[in-house]
């Protein structure tokens, strides 16, 4: 690895002291400052080299510092950064024909992020049926579902605790139990327009569905006229295996929503619709000053390429499957282990008692994981991770188990 970082005493105390001088505090605190990525790689400010397997919360799936995006991005920037959608931009369209090629999804629009992407589909929902003479303006999403922080997101959002505070949300959205076609079922009035789903939920915990479930969603969904909204935020761009997730389960939606991993690390959010349902949509209607502006469009156009190269997913998904099989093996014979779950790199381990110490020390052990509630921790490391990073990770994982005594 080349790519040391010389330790300058007393920087994290400095980056710390400045954060809780200047920073709001929605994030609390925290213990390290990273500076520099390369792979699967990453390095704090203090010199401590650190093994990634969260990847910015499924950001960096191709790993830090890619060369075929930091040579676009390096390319575009030297180019031209930003101009508007007053006009036709090149990289943009590219893409869009590169994202048309490989998914469902006939019409894209651009945004900047996972929240925006979700307002983007909830608004075309409503309009669809409003412009068809036919206004069914509900919106029926799942419970643990996480679907982003502006109002319409955050309502759409099935966890009170994101609530608290925020009244009065967004009217018309309900919540129904996740994985549970019979709820849904009832949920679906005549007034409901659309259902809003995470193929596997992220934050909510990373709970998977039966895969017979999608089959009777897409179905009911068809025989109710409503509008299927799948948020591929977290699951899309070969996180779970497949380049989206729903093509594991055979079946496609009428709206996909992606963000997270689209520009490997560059801001960016799109929503992908068929020919049909992107008529909802008129000029004037919806917009964005930055969305796939020629800067975040040329890193999404090489992330994708190299996404899609040969072999790529198929290095994932085994290493999804490897990963998963070495913790199953831990929980064999750690009590505190109440089950492990995921799909493809979107791994999470349930335990008995909430994590937050436990990622505490795998972190002050070198390993970079996260949680997904308060009692699961969850791995999402780059797709290009290797068997051997996947030992270090559960060899560390281990030792901290131990060192807890749990
Ligand atoms: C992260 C995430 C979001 C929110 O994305 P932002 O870019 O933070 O707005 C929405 N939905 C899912 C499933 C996510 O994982």
Known sequence: ?????????????????????????????????????????????????????????????????????????????GKLLHVSNLYYIEPQVELAELLAQVCFA??????????????????????????????????????????????????????????QGFAPLLPGISHIPYNDIAALEAALTPEVGAVLLEPLQGEGGVRVPETAYWRQ???????????LILNEVQTGLGRTGPLFAHQGYGIT?????????????????????????????????????FGGNPLSSAAALATLKALTAPGFLEHAAAMGEYFRERLRGLASRFECIVEVRGRGLMIGI???EPVAPLIERMIAAGI??????????????????????VDQGVAVLEQCLGDLEW
């Open 350 to 352: 349930e335990f008995r």
């Open 217 to 227: 969603v897409r179905d009911l969904c068809d025989r109710r006229g409503v509008l």
């Open 1 to 77: 690895m080349s790519a040391a970082v010389e330790a300058a005493p007393g920087a994290t105390e400095r980056i710390k002291a400045l954060n809780d001088q200047y920073i709001i505090n929605t994030y609390g605190a925290r213990k390290i400052a990273l500076v520099r990525g390369e792979g699967t790689h990453l390095w704090g400010v203090d010199g401590r080299e650190y093994l990634d397997l969260f990847a910015g919360i499924a950001v960096c799936n191709l790993g830090h510092c890619h060369p075929a995006v930091t040579e676009a991005i390096r390319e575009q920037a």
């Open 368 to 389: 970079i994981c996260g949680p997904a509630g308060p009692n699961v921790l969850r791995f999402l490391p780059p797709l290009i991770v290797e068997e051997h990073e």
């Open 253 to 289: 939606p009428d709206i996909m929503t992606l963000a997270k991993g689209l520009a490997n690390g560059v801001p960016m959010g799109a929503l992908g619709c068929t020919e049909e349902v992107a008529s909802g949509f008129a000029p004037g209607t919806h917009a964005s000053t």
């Open 106 to 163: 006939d019409r894209w629009f651009f945004c900047n992020s996972g929240a925006e992407a979700n307002e983007a589909a909830l608004k075309l929902a409503r309009r669809y049926w409003d412009q068809k003479g036919t206004p069914k303006p509900l919106v029926v999403a799942a419970e643990q579902s996480f679907h982003g922080r502006t109002f319409g997101a955050l309502t759409a959002t099935g966890q009170p605790k994101y609530h």
